[in-house]
């Protein structure tokens, strides 16, 4: 009789544990198609292109004028260092030496002869990929001039 007393009580406790799985849900496969759902409204979706942002202009930026502007323009850097050029586009004879010292008396000379035109403001253009030092170069190169007004821009290359 012991014997069977016994043995009730562990037979009850492994049917509970058994009931006990049995009343988890697996709830993987609801995740999946949930994601599945999100996926496919995002992809299937169609922004509205009528809402136009309107986006906040600049506290403390003004338009500068590039007529009447010195204005040099830093392409993508090359092996040595990204090609410089004392006018508004690449054009191969506006293009600076790459010796920094002779591009200093360049950048000198046309912000010279910019200024005897009665252009006081220097814009310095970058490409996306140009890296800081290459820019921080060239505004050392035109901060040795004095009474001109510097003016960094970047081109966004499509």
Same mark, same amino acid.
């Given at each position: 009789?012991?014997?069977?007393?016994?043995?009730?009580?562990?037979?009850?406790?492994?049917?509970?544990?058994?009931?006990?799985?049995?009343?988890?849900?697996?709830?993987?496969?609801?995740?999946?198609?949930?994601?599945?759902?999100?996926?496919?409204?995002?992809?299937? =979706?169609?922004?509205?292109?009528?809402?136009?942002?309107?986006?906040?202009?600049?506290?403390?930026?003004?338009?500068?004028?590039?007529?009447?502007?010195?204005?040099?323009?830093?392409?993508?850097?090359?092996?040595? =260092?990204?090609?410089?050029?004392?006018?508004?586009?690449?054009?191969?004879?506006?293009?600076? =030496?790459?010796?920094?010292?002779?591009?200093?008396?360049?950048?000198?000379?046309?912000?010279?002869?910019?200024?005897?035109?009665?252009?006081?403001?220097?814009?310095?253009?970058?490409?996306?990929?140009?890296?800081?030092?290459?820019?921080?170069?060239?505004?050392?190169?035109?901060?040795?001039?004095?009474?001109?007004?510097?003016?960094?821009?970047?081109?966004?290359?499509?």
């Amino acid at each position: 009789m012991r014997s069977s007393l016994a043995a009730s009580p562990t037979a009850a406790a492994a049917r509970r544990k058994r009931g006990g799985d049995e009343e988890d849900i697996d709830i993987t496969p609801m995740i999946d198609v949930t994601f599945l759902l999100l996926i496919f409204f995002l992809v299937s =979706s169609v922004p509205d292109q009528q809402t136009a942002i309107e986006l906040p202009d600049a506290l403390h930026g003004k338009a500068v004028s590039q007529l009447e502007s010195i204005v040099f323009t830093i392409g993508e850097a090359g092996v040595g =260092s990204a090609p410089v050029y004392a006018a508004d586009g690449r054009v191969p004879e506006a293009q600076l =030496s790459e010796d920094p010292e002779e591009r200093a008396g360049q950048v000198r000379d046309a912000i010279g002869k910019g200024l005897r035109e009665n252009k006081t403001s220097v814009v310095i253009k970058a490409d996306r990929g140009v890296p800081y030092r290459e820019v921080a170069k060239l505004i050392s190169d035109a901060s040795q001039t004095e009474g001109v007004r510097l003016h960094l821009a970047v081109l966004d290359n499509e």
